[in-house]
């Protein structure tokens, strides 16, 4: 599917998604609880679908019933069945992990982008705790059982979703488990996000102030009733309409939230855009932005979003931090280099850190690479421009499945055509 942009004159309301990180992890949680759980206003998109369907196999009872998700946990078991996790990074190495504590044999199934994408460390260190696995092309073999507690040594600048699947079952462990990082962990809100919901569900972790070392002890997951907080990755797009078109104000979202991305209101209002909190809401009002250095360590997901809005800023902006981001659905940083060459803007790739020659963009032909994310920041571009055409648009359905009707509602002009 193709969508083509012409210039708007963008303004109004919107309501952000729920959060895809949030309801992945009350998900997991709530199976692992013996019990009924209640996920209010959760997102339904590609990969929350995807832990849904993945649970199911596992013997879960999960309902769906007027925006409310029913769990009835307790006693995940091995299926017969491939475990289909799609293209969601999250649910195949948290469910790599659940695998690990289940006895017997599950087998994990990704889709080609997603299994070139790293799980290998993971996979090591469940090994090391009991496990082990086979791990061939886009399947994982994997051999559950009884998991050995005591002190696992774990590299810190691993993804931050293989410290939280090994803290999902810490507590499944029948002795103690303590992870020691060698070094202080990169996209730490998310581990951080892993913990709260963790609490929420009856499991306590402790940790050090420099979430280098974390410690559980045997315990269950109870069942709970919890809402969903709005996703401020989601959110991104919009507000950064906001910035560089013209005034937007987000809805549903939780202004103490520890989401690392809500970080982007403070990047933007350095750029120069002005914002304006509510209780539950951010109005944000554009303005001719000018250029920024930042660090994108524990912001990752933001890269694509503050690399646009950069291309329109006076000045050069330096993103350090960004080497990660290599690795995600697509190599986001060649992507947004191309991306934005296309669209006439000077952009410099170093190892760890792009450099970004604001200027004036033009309307181009853009290449999403099935990245959702470079999808809808290039939109957000397009909005301005005109004249772009986004390839591979469907790929929003991966966290935003009503992005391109939001973006309409707000005025944009947009054409789909399905190819």
Not at 48 to 65: E, F, R, S, Y
Not at 132 to 157: A, H, M, Q
Not at 234 to 253: H, K, N
Request: charged share 20%; net charge neutral.
């Amino acid at each position: 599917m193709n969508c083509t942009i012409e210039p708007s004159q963008m303004r109004g309301r919107a309501t952000a998604p729920s959060s895809k990180s949030y309801t992945i992890r009350a998900l997991i949680a709530a199976a692992l609880g013996c019990g009924t759980s209640q996920l209010y206003n959760p997102l339904y998109s590609d990969d929350t679908l995807a832990a849904i369907d993945v649970l199911t196999n596992l013997g879960v009872v999960i309902t769906h019933k007027n925006g409310l998700l029913i769990v009835r946990g307790g006693s995940p078991v091995p299926s017969q069945k491939p475990l289909n996790c799609r293209d969601s990074a999250a649910t195949l190495r948290f469910m790599a992990a659940i695998c690990a504590a289940l006895p017997g044999i599950s087998i994990l199934e990704a889709r080609p982008g997603l299994a070139r994408r790293p799980i290998t460390p993971l996979l090591e260190i469940l090994k090391t705790m009991g496990a082990d696995y086979v791990y061939e092309s886009n399947r994982i073999v994997v051999f559950g059982g009884d998991l050995r507690g005591g002190l696992y040594t774990i590299k810190g600048d691993l993804s931050s979703q293989f410290i939280s699947a090994l803290l999902l079952i810490a507590p499944l462990v029948r002795e103690d488990v303590a992870y020691q990082l060698d070094t202080m962990p990169r996209s730490r809100p998310y581990i951080e996000m892993t913990i709260e919901t963790m609490h929420n569900f009856g499991v306590q972790v402790n940790t050090t102030t420099d979430f280098t070392l974390f410690k559980t002890s045997p315990q269950a997951y109870h069942p709970a009733g919890i809402c969903i907080e709005s996703d401020w990755s989601s959110a991104s797009y919009l507000l950064a309409i906001g910035a560089i078109i013209g005034e937007i104000t987000v809805e549903g979202l939780n202004l103490l939230s520890i989401q690392g991305d809500k970080i982007l209101i403070q990047i933007l209002q350095k750029m120069g855009a002005a914002i304006l909190p509510d209780s539950n809401s951010v109005t944000v009002r554009p303005a001719r932005l000018h250029a920024i250095k930042f660090d994108m360590s524990h912001c990752i997901d933001l890269l694509p979003t503050v690399a646009i809005a950069a291309a329109t800023a006076d000045g050069t902006s330096y993103l350090s931090g960004i080497a990660r981001a290599r690795l995600k659905e697509s190599n986001r940083v060649r992507a947004i280099c191309e991306g934005l060459i296309q669209m006439g803007i000077q952009v410099e790739e170093r190892p760890d850190m792009l450099i970004i020659h604001g200027g004036e963009p033009r309307g181009a032909t853009i290449n999403s690479f099935d990245d959702h994310r470079i999808a809808m920041a290039f939109a957000v571009l397009g909005l301005k421009t005109g004249n772009t055409t986004i390839t591979g648009a469907e790929c929003v359905s991966k966290t935003f499945p009503s992005f391109w009707d939001t973006i309409q509602s707000l005025g944009g002009k947009i054409r789909i055509e399905n190819g």
